[in-house]
């Protein structure tokens, strides 16, 4: 799959600062929008994310729920860390 996604924007949609437990909402490039769930300790780890069924899956074309995003996981970790996407959203 040639699929590679291209986060243009990160928000905070929710946060348990004592429990180091994040939300984000994560836009990319083809106007998907997923749904990401992190827990900062020990360090930054995403460990869910789904995509919001507001356009077409970009991977199968679906518009109700599939996993794909599941496989892109790495990806979408790699340019939160490397892109500081994740400082931003917290700093807002
Ligand atoms: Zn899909």
Redesign the pocket.
Known sequence: MSYRPKITNVTKASSNDKEGLYEFIIKTADGTQCRAFYSRNPEWKMTNIS?LLKT???????DFI????DAYTAEFEDQMIGDQWIEKAIAE
Do not use: A, G, Q, S
């Open positions: 995509r077409p899956c970009p991977v199968c074309r679906k599939c996993k794909c995003m």
